[in-house]
């Protein structure tokens, strides 16, 4: 194991798990933070997150489309134990989003091969508990952008399953990346600002009699930023575009490439087949979508629940642009990004990126 980081910040607990460091990787699909990003995150005391949509696509396990499913399963499984080996006692999470067609499958398979939290979102998760209640160990962490979207959660769950969530993930939809938990008119609003969230959430949890842990996303990039939401009130922080310039994220080299040189003019809002906004590098197959072109609309995967692309025969197949993407093709990828994009400068390892966040060290700067 590497010398440990060391760090002024108070560590993180997520049900029995304890992180030495208060950040979690946010969970990247399609195979963006796959074993190689959670583990290396994992191993310098974060929780490193394996996004598990369409993992299977890219493994031995996928040779024709009804493979799909079935390779999934196998592909998380297997991601599970090398992120793990790669981490021997580190803390490895898998997202499962409530949208994808495979949820419960993936979140059964996860608490199955190990996964030691789960982190849900793109809907309420409000029957995760079901799905992992043989694995009590295996902490459960629900994505919100509003306290009173984590109020229902915490009365169903308390009143259906028996249990509350280990921590709250509380996402900025002005900000983060991906799909994001507003309606696009919505988006700009200050009362998703996470300063206001955060307290909001704080309030209510403590006049509910909950002892729960609120992790801020969306737009979080460096110690200021984290200082700041630990002041709101949040007990550590969820990072993920801050963490695809680093060596060890798991797409291609040209999708890292594709997040240096960029401006905030670069980073625009797209209407996924989900239904949902979601925010993105404005490629050519951005241009080529909003000026009506040619894109691809074959559904080869069923992935999505709900699906404009495979039931209505609009938007574009979301598998196919977020598959192109990790592989590197401008052309046809969709690449999603928060909109901290313009301040990616260089690709370094994660242990820069995390040495930076939590050192103790004061930046040149600081000390002149
Ligand atoms: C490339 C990319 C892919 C993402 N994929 C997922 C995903 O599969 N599931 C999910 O819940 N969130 C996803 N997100 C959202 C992140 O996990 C995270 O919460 C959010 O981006 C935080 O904001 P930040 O990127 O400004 O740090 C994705 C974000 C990015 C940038």
Redesign the pocket.
Known sequence: MPEAIVTDLSPLRLGKHLARLPIIQ????IR?SAARLAGAVAREGGVGVI?S?ALGLASPYYKKKSDYFAANKLALRDEIEKAKKAAPGGIIGV?C?VAITDHEAMARTAAESGADVIIS??GLPLNLPAYTKDHPDCALLP?VSTAKAARLICRRWDHVHGRLPDGFVV?NPN?????LGAKRIELGNPAYELEQVIPDMAAFLKEDGYDIPVIA????WDRGDIDRMLDAGASGV?????F?CTHECDADDNFKQQFLNRGPRDVVIVDSPAGLPGRAIATEFVHRLDAGGDVEMQCFANCLRKCLCRDEKETFCIAFALDRAQRGDTDHGLF?????LYRSEAIVSVREVLEALCGTHKPASALA
């Open positions: 946010g969970g990247m699909g963006i996004a949509v997202n989003m979102g793109a994505i996402e900000t983060a990346g991906g799909h996303a969306g737009g979080i969820q990072m993920a575009t801050r695809v999603f990004t928060g909109s901290n």
